[in-house]
């Protein structure tokens, strides 16, 4: 099975550290892992993604465990405006699982 | 500006009849897709197309027609074949790493 596993919900405080977790203990050697964020009412925004190091842009960092079965996607200070649902896909699949629902507490 | 643009917003349509939604995208991407919302769930693959002139069934392809005459362009027909069709429908269009870039969905309704 290609899908991937999220908390279903997950909550932090304004400008604290937010790690998000994903299970993908099926993932194959050349597939990529891709993280989103979704509004209510949007479209999905691509976040980040990675293969077997670790990652960081503007938006936030993603670590990926040595054996590639799961990452982590850590937004350094959530703000009020991180407040969305996180999904983390394999490239190859595009199966897109519930996600997590971060909420920002002011 | 460069981006997807998906019309109409908000679609209205009765009982078996069929509609088309438009998806445009001028980012020069090769790969498009369709996929399907429905409250509270994870989008779900209706179609998707690699390059002109072709295109694949996704997980939930019945009750929807596609074409790809165009790179710029990939429209969606959801047919009165499709059993439960209101839902929010967002197109997309990929990089070649599949960084994916999505338009703003349409949210059609049929009464």
């Known amino acids: 099975d290609a899908k991937t596993t999220q908390p279903n919900s997950m909550e932090s405080n304004e400008e604290e550290p937010v790690h998000l977790p994903c299970n993908h203990s099926t993932i194959s050697g050349t597939d990529y892992i891709h993280w989103y964020r979704q509004l209510p009412s949007q479209g999905p925004e691509y976040v980040i993604h990675?293969?077997?190091?670790?990652v960081n842009n503007r938006m936030a960092s993603l670590a990926i465990a040595e054996d590639r079965k799961s990452s982590t996607l850590i937004l350094h200070r959530a703000t009020l405006r991180d407040a969305a649902v996180y999904y983390c896909i394999q490239s190859r699949k595009l199966i897109w699982g519930l996600g997590t629902s971060l909420a920002v507490n002011p | 500006d460069g981006g997807i643009t998906q019309s109409p917003k908000y679609l209205f349509r009765k009982e078996g009849q069929n509609v088309t939604l438009s998806c445009e995208q001028n980012?020069?991407?090769?790969?498009m897709y369709w996929y399907r919302q429905d409250p509270g769930q994870g989008l779900r693959l209706i179609y998707y197309s690699q390059i002109v002139n072709d295109f694949q069934k996704g997980d939930i392809a019945e009750g929807y027609s596609v074409s790809r005459e165009k790179k710029e362009s990939f429209p969606l027909t959801v047919t009165s074949a499709q059993k439960n069709p209101t839902a929010f429908y967002l197109c997309a269009s990929s990089t070649r790493a599949n960084e994916q870039f999505f338009g703003p969905g349409t949210r059609l309704t049929v009464l």
């Open positions: 980012l020069n991407h090769d790969a």
């Open positions: 990675g293969l077997t190091s670790n």
